[in-house]
């Protein structure tokens, strides 16, 4: 089994539609974050949060929120989606300091 | 502002020989670097990851060089094999920083071919 599970895989919506990524783990770290890949560039950090009651906004967070509802669950959320959202995303958790990430299988999102 | 840049978007090498993949970064402040690798429609996987503190980390097939003053590290990769065909990714970020966040490089393809 995954230890870090997106759902869902693929989806297709259009613009305007509220959007819910969801990203589970069960590798008991405490640091979640979720990153934004667009064809031909690196990840870009949206959000990262370190409990439930810690939640910070990255690099590109204009049009998204999130939700950390356990420490083992972090959703992400596109209130009204746009085309230009339109992109893969991944989730990862890291255990600490000096530690690397670890990344879910990602979510194809297409915004028509 | 990219800080971190990967200026080969492409690599093919020979089964058997050795692969280069080459990463610069601009802020100085970095101090842990990482490689991941990424096959299609699946996550990052991570590799291998140095300090600042070391400038050269092997694990396996795989070493990763770290040059402070050219701010620039390589991924070697001998012998090269084809299901080492795949997206490299290089990323960095400040490695005792509570946050973690990483900053990626664009990515290089890397084709071994038999």
């Known amino acids: 089994d995954a230890d870090v599970t997106q759902t869902p895989r693929n989806r297709i919506t259009k613009t305007g539609k509220r959007i819910m990524l969801e990203c589970s783990q069960t590798k008991g770290h405490d640091r979640m974050y979720w990153y934004r890949q667009d064809p031909g560039l690196g990840l870009q950090l949206i959000y990262y949060s370190f409990d439930v009651k810690d939640i910070n906004k990255g690099e590109i967070s204009d049009g998204y929120s999130v939700s950390r509802q356990a420490q083992a669950k972090f959703s992400l959320s596109l209130e009204s989606a746009i085309p230009n959202q339109t992109a893969l995303y991944f989730c990862?958790?890291?255990?600490?300091?000096?530690?690397?990430?670890?990344f879910g299988d990602g979510t194809r999102l297409s915004i028509l | 502002d990219q800080q971190v840049k990967q200026n080969s978007p492409s690599l093919s090498v020979q089964e058997g020989r050795i692969s280069i993949l080459n990463c610069d970064y601009t802020?100085?402040?970095?101090?842990?670097f990482l490689w991941y690798k990424k096959y299609p429609a699946e996550g990052p996987t991570f590799l291998i990851s140095?300090?600042?503190?070391?400038d050269k980390n092997e694990d396996g097939r795989f070493t990763v060089f770290l040059n402070k003053s050219a701010k620039h590290l390589s991924l070697h990769i001998v012998p090269s094999q084809p299901g080492d065909s795949a997206v490299y990714f290089c990323a960095a970020s400040l490695g005792s920083s509570n946050t973690g966040k990483l900053i990626f490089g664009q990515g290089t393809t890397l084709q071994v071919k038999p």
């Open positions: 990862a958790t890291r255990a600490g300091p000096w530690q690397p990430q670890h």
């Open positions: 140095i300090s600042s503190i070391k």
């Open positions: 802020n100085s402040m970095f101090d842990y």
